[in-house]
């Protein structure tokens, strides 16, 4: 995680958040503290090959080519070897890094996965990765509300993403308030 906030600051404080949702989600679905540790770290390390990406292609203000495109997608299967180089973790924790990409449909990379034989916790990553990309502000755009997430969300529901964790990952934010994590964060 050090090397990810010297590296790429933005995707560090994106990946904190991500753990943070992981962390609600799993006390939602009642998981024990084993998976609740698995989930979270996963959700903290997803984007952890992008240590290998070019500052280059990461600090680029212009449009990506096909070329950087290329690179960018090959984050996974770079943040798998440097898990599996660091020794002893779990496989639950790097499976989320390996498939937080691929899709419900089959569509998704590295490896066009397609519903169950994706791993559940990827599964899961998945809809809280981008749900928070598309809450945060970026340079260049302000974050969609929780309501225009949410229908984006429910949009790719099936297709995208899988749709039972959509809906229980909604419904957690219809329970417990809609943005109970920021303020977490900032305790
Ligand atoms: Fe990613």
Do not use: S
């Given at each position: 995680m050090r090397l990810l906030a010297e590296k790429d600051l933005p995707t560090y404080q994106h990946s904190l958040r991500v753990g943070a949702l992981c962390k609600r989600m799993a006390a939602y679905l009642h998981l024990d503290e084993q998976q609740t540790s698995q989930l979270v770290q996963g959700g903290c390390l997803h984007?952890?090959?992008?240590?290998?990406?070019?500052d280059g292609i990461l600090n680029k203000t212009s449009p990506l080519t096909p070329g950087d495109w290329a690179f960018i997608r090959q984050h996974p299967e770079v943040g798998t070897t440097i898990m599996l180089e660091h020794g002893d973790v779990d496989k639950e924790i790097i499976e989320i890094i390996q498939y937080h990409h691929e899709r419900w449909n089959g569509?998704?990379?590295?490896?066009g996965l397609k519903g169950y034989e994706i791993p559940v916790f990827a599964r899961i990553c998945a809809i809280i990765d981008t749900y928070d990309s598309m809450v945060s502000d970026r340079p260049y755009r302000r974050g969609l509300s929780f309501e225009e997430a949410e229908q984006e969300l429910l949009r790719h529901s099936g297709t995208q993403f899988d749709s039972y964790y959509v809906d229980l990952f909604l419904n957690l934010f219809h329970t417990v308030g809609v943005n109970p994590i920021s303020q977490e964060l900032h305790e």
């Open positions: 984007d952890i090959g992008k240590v290998g990406i070019p569509e998704g990379y590295p490896h």
